[in-house]
C-alpha cells in the first residue's frame, strides 16, 4: 500500500492510498474532487473507497464528485455520523476492521473534534510501520478543537492513540504545524526536543515542503495536548488532574 498526499483547499491534506499491483485506490478525507481525479488519471486507478474520519465539509466535500465518477465506491464513515456523510453506505464502530490492498486498519473511536470522529489505524507489519489516519482530532504540535465533544473525552481520545507504537506514522488532515508549535512553546520553552522540531518544521515551510506525516513518538516529545501529566506543564497550567491540564491547555489555545 502506498501513501500520496494531496494539498487541498487552503490547508488541508487529502491521502490516497494505492495498491500498485492492483490499480485500485483509496481516498482518505477527500475535501475536493480535482486533486484526487487528477492523481487516479495520471496513476491509472480505479477508485474503490472513501475513508471519511468525520462529516465536516472540508472533509467530504468531494464525496458526490468522486461518486458520480465511481458509482460503486464503498463509503466508510463513524456510525454516529449516519446521515452527515454524503453517500455513506458503511457505519464504523471502535474496533471494526477493514482491508484495502495488503493492509489491515483497525477503527478507533476518537469523539472530541466531533461526537462522531473515528480514526483508521492500519496495523503494522514486518516491513512497514503502522499508518494512523486520523483526521482532526490530533495534529502535529496540536489537537482539534472541540466543537461537539467535552474535554474528557477528547482526553481519552489522546490517550488511544498516545498508546500506539512510537514508530507510527500519523496523517493528519492539515498543515497547522508551525502555527501549533509556537503555542507549545509558550507552554514548554525549555523543552530541547520541541525547540529542535520547530526550527525543522521553519525550515520546511520557508522550503514550501509538507510537515506530514509526523510520528506518535515524535508527538508525546513536543506535543503539549499528548504531554498532560508532565509536572511541568501542570504547573504552568496551574492543575494537577489530567482533564483539567488539558481544558486549560485548549481554552488557552483556542485564545491563542
Known sequence: MRIERLPALRDNYIFVLWDEMGGQAAVVDP??????????????????????????????????????????????GGAQDRGRIPGQNVFLEAGDQINFADRTARIYFVPGHTRAHIAYYFLPTVQEPGELFIGDTLFSGGCGRLFEGTPAQMLNSLEQIRSLPADTRIWCAHEYTENNLRFALTIEPENIALRTYAQQVQQLRREGRATIPSTIGLECDINPFLRWDQPRIQQVMGTRSPVATFTQLRQRKDHF
Open 31 to 76: 475535501a475536493e474532487p480535482a486533486p484526487v481525479l487528477d492523481f487516479l488519471r495520471t496513476q491509472r486507478l480505479e477508485l474503490t473507497a472513501i475513508l471519511n474520519t468525520h462529516h465536516h465539509g472540508d472533509h467530504v466535500g468531494a464525496n458526490q464528485d468522486l461518486l458520480h465518477y465511481f458509482p460503486n465506491l464503498t463509503v466508510y
